[in-house]
T-cell receptor
Framework: EAGVTQSPTHLIKTRGQQATLRCSPI?????VYWYQQALGLGLQFLLW???????NRGNFPPRFSGRQFPNYSSELNVNALELEDSALYLC?????????????FGPGTRLTVT | QKEVEQDPGPLSVPEGAIVSLNCTYS??????FMWYRQYSRKGPELLMY????GNKEDGRFTAQVDKSSKYISLFIRDSQPSDSATYLC?????????????FGQGTILTVHP
């Protein structure tokens, strides 16, 4: 069974630009979560999508947004990039019958803002 | 104050040692507590979870929650070099915060032969 996949692996952007990160969940999983893992800050919850709807959101500004497509894949958009947005962005998926902690993570997208 | 605090280490131990990893949390409205392990250049993977308080054992790993002191612990017995990774403690609060997993900073563990 293929795991969670994310693209691109690395992304380099300039301050003020927009970044788009993509995630494909494990086949059959309907929930997708996005996390930011910045140096020294640990893993921080960004967004949770389930069945195409945003279910919950972390303490991030509105320039962090996303969506989930009918095939359950997801996209994270970060507008007006700032230097402190440089981090590893992780996507996780969960089966609808799984417990909230049964999240399977992808390898992440490393975003560097210069 | 962060909701989950974790000493980032790094922690270095010899092979075979007993490892104790700890976290504290500030909000009592927690339901699930969990430990994830993250190898270098990989995403985290669920190691163990507990509900409410008490102990849970799985092979060489034991997860412990003490709600009175708001303390979460992970013990690794007979540690192996393959246990070298970053360990993240986390919790889910439930209620309106359902789904918002909160994690500590992560502790970097190195087990040397």
């Amino acid at each position: 069974e293929a795991g969670v996949t994310q693209s691109p692996t690395h992304l380099i952007k300039t301050r003020g630009q927009q970044a788009t990160l993509r995630c494909s969940p494990i086949s059959g999983h309907t929930s997708v979560y996005w996390y930011q893992q910045a140096l020294g800050l640990g893993l921080q919850f960004l967004l949770w999508y389930d069945e195409g709807e945003e279910r919950n959101r972390g303490n991030f500004p509105p320039r962090f947004s996303g969506r989930q497509f009918p095939n359950y894949s997801s996209e994270l958009n970060v507008n007006a990039l700032e230097l402190e947005d440089s981090a590893l962005y992780l996507c996780a998926s969960r089966d609808r019958t799984g417990e909230i902690y049964e999240q399977y993570f992808g390898p992440g997208t490393r975003l560097t803002v210069t | 104050q962060k909701e989950v605090e974790q000493d980032p280490g790094p922690l270095s131990v010899p092979e075979g040692a007993i490892v104790s990893l700890n976290c504290t949390y500030s909000n009592s409205a927690f339901q699930y507590f969990m430990w994830y392990r993250q190898y270098s250049r990989k995403g985290p993977e669920l190691l163990m979870y507990t509900y409410s308080s008490g102990n849970k054992e799985d092979g060489r790993f034991t997860a412990q929650v003490d709600k009175s002191s708001k303390y979460i612990s992970l013990f690794i017995r007979d540690s192996q070099p393959s246990d070298s990774a970053t360990y993240l403690c986390g919790r889910d609060a439930g209620g309106t915060s359902y789904g918002k997993l909160t994690f500590g900073q992560g502790t970097i563990l190195t087990v040397h032969p």
